[in-house]
């Protein structure tokens, strides 16, 4: 994802295969960015699922990955976030909509690993936050893939049809 005014670049491909998991006392919350691959026991997939601790047949379907949302960034806090307001249908007093999933990647070049959870919570009814802190939200942090060729047997072939 590029940022339009600053050119900064957000590179998710080095959080492709995490699943990101956060949560508080009574929820846990599993987070699988660009991709939806997080389950329920009923067989809902979603990019971002609640379960209930206390209840393992609660299980909702927070959002759903979605190509085309594009992230904002804001170049204070060198911050890219990402709304999502597709998840499963939430019902209360106020009606019935989708959930809501804001997802904030914070640039911090001192985390440990890929990523560090700063929050993963339920913030209103049916409105949900995940907050992350990532070296991959810094500017001029590039993601790179390496091979290995130190081993003799390794061998990329490629054929032609």
């Known amino acids: 994802f590029m940022d339009s005014n600053t050119g ?13 998991v956060g949560g ?14 997080g389950s ?4 809902a997939l979603g990019m971002c699922i609640q379960t209930d601790l206390n209840n393992e047949e609660v299980c909702v379907v927070v959002a759903e990955w979605d190509a085309s949302i594009q992230p904002s ?31 904030y990647y914070k640039c911090d070049p001192d985390v440990e690993g890929d990523y560090q ?5 339920e913030i209103q009814d049916c409105i ?3 907050r992350i802190n990532t070296k991959w939200a810094c ?13 003799p047997d390794d061998e990329i072939s490629f054929s032609y049809g």
């Open 8 to 20: 900064n670049i957000l590179y998710l491909d080095a959080l492709q295969h995490a699943t990101i």
């Open 24 to 37: 508080d006392s009574e929820y846990t919350y599993h987070y699988t960015p660009c991709r939806n691959t």
């Open 40 to 43: 329920c026991d009923s067989g």
């Open 73 to 103: 960034y804001e170049d204070d806090d060198q911050t890219w976030t990402f709304q999502y307001s597709n998840g499963d249908i939430c019902e209360n007093e106020g009606g019935s909509y989708p959930r809501d999933l804001t997802v």
């Open 117 to 121: 959870v700063e929050i993963a919570a």
């Open 128 to 130: 949900y936050e995940f």
């Open 139 to 151: 500017p001029g942090e590039i993601y790179t893939t390496q091979f290995s060729t130190s081993e």
